[in-house]
């Protein structure tokens, strides 16, 4: 339960979080990431809660209901409760490592709203990612009054990885995140190449959108 983050708080959002456009409206990404903090927060609650409620039952405080008996079954598994998939995000890890990216996804989200858009986005740490390049489109369209339905995404592999990068884009986003199943990335040769002997995954450089 230690591990568990807390709820994040939007009072402590960055100015430049939920900043507004020169039209009034919030801006297109400040917008997603307010959405991202709801479902996280639904998400946080329901853990907090039943792992709470499981402390509780196993003192003998409170009735063990039949959910919370197939909760405490399915860490005997190490699988993640059916409570807290239900609210979740698509996952296949266990329990251990899904607790795990869960703390991963909730710091780079509370990071984000507490000292603003970073300069790179972990497409993976999101609930909806489809939602965050819909936002990215938007703004781009709010930027350059162009109509969205005519926009398509260009991207190019940067030969560096999020550390290196300390300035966001100028025009779009950098992404990061994403991994290539039996090949890697030639950073020399910019192109796909074969995968380093028994390594299945490897993580792709940052991405710009």
Same mark, same amino acid.
């Given at each position: !339960?230690?591990?568990?983050?807390?709820?994040?708080?939007?009072?402590?959002?960055? *100015?430049? *979080? +939920?900043?507004?456009?020169?039209?009034?409206?919030?801006?297109?990404? &400040?917008?997603?990431?307010?959405?991202?903090?709801?479902? +996280?927060?639904?998400?946080?609650?329901?853990?907090? /809660?039943?792992?709470?409620?499981?402390?509780?039952?196993?003192? &003998? !405080?409170?009735?063990?209901?039949?959910?919370?008996?197939?909760?405490?079954?399915?860490?005997? !598994?190490?699988?993640?409760?059916?409570?807290?998939?239900?609210?979740?995000?698509?996952?296949?890890?266990?329990? &251990?490592?899904?607790?795990?990216? !869960?703390?991963?996804?909730? %710091?780079?989200?509370?990071?984000?709203?507490?000292?603003?858009?970073?300069?790179?986005?972990? $497409?993976?740490?999101? +609930?909806?990612?489809? /939602? +965050?390049?819909?936002?990215?489109?938007?703004?781009?369209?709010?930027?350059?009054?162009?109509? $969205?339905?005519?926009?398509?995404?260009?991207?190019?592999?940067?030969?560096?990885? %999020?550390? %290196? $990068?300390?300035?966001?884009?100028?025009?779009?986003?950098?992404? *990061?995140?994403?991994?290539?199943? &039996?090949?890697?990335?030639?950073?020399?040769?910019? @192109?796909?190449?074969?995968? *380093?002997?028994?390594?299945?995954?490897?993580?792709?450089? @940052?991405?710009?959108?």
């Amino acid at each position: !339960l230690a591990k568990v983050p807390k709820p994040m708080r939007v009072e402590s959002a960055h *100015t430049s *979080t +939920f900043a507004r456009t020169k039209d009034g409206a919030v801006n297109s990404l &400040g917008i997603f990431v307010a959405q991202e903090i709801m479902r +996280f927060n639904k998400l946080l609650k329901v853990v907090n /809660g039943t792992l709470s409620d499981l402390q509780r039952g196993i003192k &003998g !405080l409170v009735v063990m209901s039949a959910s919370l008996e197939k909760m405490f079954n399915s860490f005997l !598994l190490q699988k993640v409760p059916q409570l807290w998939s239900d609210v979740a995000y698509p996952s296949l890890k266990p329990l &251990g490592s899904w607790v795990t990216d !869960l703390v991963q996804r909730v %710091e780079r989200i509370n990071d984000w709203l507490v000292m603003g858009p970073p300069p790179v986005f972990s $497409i993976s740490a999101f +609930f909806f990612p489809q /939602g +965050f390049l819909t936002g990215v489109l938007q703004a781009h369209a709010r930027q350059t009054r162009t109509a $969205i339905d005519t926009l398509v995404f260009r991207t190019d592999v940067v030969p560096r990885d %999020e550390h %290196e $990068i300390s300035q966001p884009a100028d025009v779009g986003v950098y992404i *990061t995140g994403l991994f290539l199943e &039996g090949a890697q990335w030639d950073r020399a040769g910019a @192109c796909l190449a074969e995968s *380093t002997p028994g390594v299945l995954f490897s993580p792709m450089p @940052c991405i710009w959108l």
